[in-house]
């Protein structure tokens, strides 16, 4: 929430500004007109600087640009940058987040993602941070491209980097609850903001929802067994995609001394959902209406084979669950995320350099049951998932009078990380030996150590050119391990228990960055920057164990990034127009890729030759002087991406004529070409147009304010492996919102609108296991069905706010 407006024209500024994006989280450092475009302050170096003097490409979003949107999410973060593709999975990561297209594949527990957190300037990189509530939120800053030098942990795709709320120097509390109409969502937060002492100042914030889920649930209410003695099947709901969520936020500034600040941020969260499937819709293969049989059982009645928020979902019967089945409790499916994370920063401030300190503790746990195949046939697996990390990190940084300055630091991390997954995915009796009816089971895990150093020298050239240059270190260890538990005793053959694989990876690399910035004036900047970033190998953890399992088969190697990039941004026409152009080239060698094969459920990690990206992305925000309130926005993202020099495994099912003629074994080929071809989650275009008005229409001082932005991406592959029925056409998307304000923000009152077009958008698939998937590299191949995951549904709120 905003802090209290001077005058109702700064007010609107602000608005106006974080709409577009430019977060407005600092006040302006100089009083500006009506129709002035504010300076805006962002820490893309770590530090503070107005964005329109950063060499970096960031789009920053503010927390107002949230709150317009009611965006407490981050899939709904998408919608706002171009190029942006992030949605819940269900297996390994459980998430799938791509920026420009580069980005991880979820199926893999063990991969760091290529596009990584910091919250509250805490490093999380696991990818289940996108289960984490974004409530009382100071900004959200988008790095793009290989992130080396500022962030501690280097990263190759990207980096999100969420800011949330500090505490006041005077007292404010607030609140505010809401209704979402489609999902039967109901929410509140609060906040309570302060000084203590006079040494010391407290901001506490919650925030509560409940939601019903806005997808409905084809399933019937009960249907006979399946299979023979398992009996209790029946739906678990009517709707599908509701969720419960808890979380908490204490915040503590102290200044023991006039150099010394000391800032404590601790959080807690709990979500309790019907878990990531049950957002999946059924996809036919090869344009199929009707959904395919598996292992001789009739196909599902109720799945019809289209993205319209409608598919079926069905519990396990009882006897199934309870039967040494870990993790599956009663048999519906659901996910039980717990967070909890601390970070101490300490900012000691001299006359010639600064120190910076942040100590930092994060964990996680996630329970979870899911069925990948609706009611029909019980493909099904549960997960454990547990991450516990510890890290440090030091910044020096001078303030030399003179024309050259320095910054030098190091960042230490440990990792400890469980991951234990059971699977019932082929209909069998009960099993005397293991008191079960599960097909398999997998204890897995890592312990992993990250280490490094950075160092970067800045120097001013006179009044108008600054090169700065340095690079980070970084030395990574990771013990990995897998051990297969006994399975069903009809499966022992091809999932033997008593397998245990372990692995030991040690990598190091050195990441250099250049960047060259001139400013002709105060409010233009153009620069041009040589960049690098690297992402650890390590072990597939999420590899099944079949008797031809091995540690050689589980490793892949780092993924690193190089390539340049060169931007404009400036203000013109008396600082009513703000304009930003970045145009970027990079190669990405050895990147991370896995892929899924129904038929043997099987999981292979490895490493993609190259990847290409090059593109331009632009932005403007413009204020139009002859109409007081308004002002115009967009943004727009061209990306071009292919794979080069890359030799991949075949979609399950793909013919020879469909391009599976590499890697020939046998007779049968393993391989296809995917030179020249788009990865997935790389969509060529991408745009957002919008625009604000906001005005006082009262005596009494209350303003209207109005929101409108058209979004548009275009068409995208979903699949890891390209398979040609696995497009995301183009679509586009219209929010908007509309509010009373109150003078000083008292109390507002909006009705927001967020996907009236209802553009269900799929961000990832994997293939439903023996749906199909067998004749890979012949002539006769038969593809899968896939469980697509479908999110950000229309949605209609109605919210109300106060302040105190």
Not at 113 to 125: A, N, R
Not at 666 to 674: A, E
Not at 763 to 789: E, K, L
């Amino acid at each position: 929430m905003r802090g209290k407006a001077g005058l109702w024209a700064g007010a609107a500024s602000a608005a106006l500004l974080s709409s577009f994006g430019f977060a407005p989280y600092a006040a302006a450092q100089e009083a500006p007109a009506a129709t002035a475009i504010a300076d805006v302050v962002v820490q893309a170096r770590r530090r503070d600087e107005r964005l329109i003097d950063v060499p970096v490409a960031i789009t920053a979003i503010g927390g107002e640009a949230l709150d317009d949107y009611s965006v407490s999410r981050v899939s709904d973060l998408a919608t706002l940058v171009p190029s942006l593709v992030t949605g819940k999975a269900a297996s390994g990561s459980s998430a799938s987040i791509f920026l420009r297209g580069v980005g991880s594949t979820a199926l893999s527990a063990g991969f760091d993602q290529s596009v990584s957190f910091v919250i509250d300037g805490l490093p999380m990189s696991r990818g289940r941070e996108i289960s984490l509530p974004q409530f009382d939120i100071q900004n959200v800053e988008v790095l793009k491209g290989p992130q080396a030098l500022f962030y501690g942990k280097n990263t190759t795709g990207g980096l999100i980097n969420v800011n949330s709320n500090n505490p006041t120097s005077t007292f404010e509390a607030g609140a505010k609850a809401g209704y979402g109409f489609e999902a039967k969502e109901m929410y509140g937060e609060a906040y309570v903001s302060g000084p203590i002492s006079d040494t010391l100042r407290g901001r506490l914030a919650v925030r509560l929802a409940d939601s019903a889920g806005a997808f409905t649930n084809t399933a019937a209410d009960t249907y006979p067994a399946m299979v023979p003695g398992q009996d209790d099947w029946h739906r678990p709901s009517e709707r599908r995609g509701g969720s419960q969520s808890r979380a908490g936020r204490l915040t503590l500034d102290w200044d023991p001394t006039a150099q010394l600040t000391v800032r404590l941020k601790a959080g807690m969260t709990s979500v309790d959902d019907s878990g990531p499937t049950d957002i999946i819709e059924r996809l036919c293969a090869a344009g199929r209406t009707t959904p395919a049989s598996a292992n001789g059982l009739p196909p599902s009645p109720n799945a019809d084979c289209k993205i319209n928020g409608r598919s079926d979902s069905s519990a396990l019967p009882g006897n199934v669950a309870s039967a040494n089945y870990r993790y599956a409790r009663d048999g519906e499916p659901y996910a039980e995320f717990g967070s909890e994370y601390a970070v101490v920063t300490a900012n000691w401030e001299g006359s010639k350099f600064d120190i910076e300190s942040i100590t930092g503790y994060y964990h996680f746990d996630q329970y979870d049951l899911n069925n990948v195949s609706g009611e029909a046939y019980p493909a099904s697996f549960t997960q454990f998932a547990d991450f516990t990390q510890y890290s440090q990190e030091l910044r020096f940084e001078t303030k030399f009078d003179g024309p050259i300055n320095f910054s030098a630091g190091g960042f230490w991390a440990q990792g400890d990380f469980v991951f234990n997954t059971d699977g019932y995915i082929i209909p069998l009796p009960f099993d005397p030996v293991t008191q079960s009816y599960v097909t398999f089971r997998r204890d897995n895990g890592f312990k992993s150590e990250s280490f490094s150093v950075f160092a970067q020298a800045s120097w001013a050239m006179g009044e108008q050119w600054e090169l700065s240059g340095g690079g980070r270190f970084s030395k990574e260890t990771r013990d990995s391990y897998q051990r297969s538990l006994a399975p069903h005793s009809m499966m022992a053959a091809a999932f033997p228990g008593g397998i245990e694989l372990v692995d030991d990876y040690e990598d190091d690399n050195f990441s250099p960055e250049v960047t060259l910035r001139y400013k002709p004036s105060r409010d233009t900047t153009i620069y041009a920057a040589y960049k690098q970033g690297f992402k650890a190998g390590g072990f597939n953890i999420s590899q099944a164990l079949t008797p031809d399992a091995s540690v050689e088969m589980g490793r892949f190697g780092a993924e690193t990034a190089e390539g340049f990039e060169t931007g404009l941004r400036t203000l013109a026409f008396d600082r009513r127009l703000s304009l930003g152009v970045t145009a970027y080239h990079y190669t990405y060698d050895d990147l991370q890729v896995q892929f899924y094969d129904p038929q043997t459920n099987s999981l292979t990690a490895g490493n993609a030759g190259k990847l290409r990206t090059m593109g331009v992305e632009a932005d403007f925000n413009y204020r139009v002087a002859s109409v007081e309130g308004l002002a115009i926005r967009g943004a727009v993202a061209w990306n071009d991406a292919e794979y080069q020099d890359y030799i991949g495994q075949c979609f399950p099912g793909q013919t020879i004529a469909e391009g599976c003629d590499q890697l020939e074994s046998g007779g049968v080929f393993n391989g296809q070409n995917y030179e020249g071809l788009t990865p997935p989650k790389a969509p060529e275009l991408a745009a957002r147009l919008g625009a604000t008005f906001d005005r006082i229409v009262t005596a009494s001082g209350i303003a209207l304010r109005w929101n409108g932005d058209l979004s548009y991406t275009s068409e995208y592959y979903f699949t890891d492996a390209l398979r040609p029925d696995g497009i995301q056409d183009a679509f586009a998307k219209v929010d908007t919102s509309i509010s009373l304000v109150a003078p000083d923000e008292r109390w507002t009152v909006s009705l927001i609108g967020r996907n009236l077009t209802n553009e269900l958008v799929v961000t990832a698939a994997n293939d439903i296991p023996f749906t199909g998937g067998i004749g890979t590299g012949t002539g006769a191949g038969v593809r899968a069905d896939m469980s697509a995951f479908v999110d950000n549904h229309r949605e209609v709120f109605l919210e109300f706010a106060w302040r105190f």
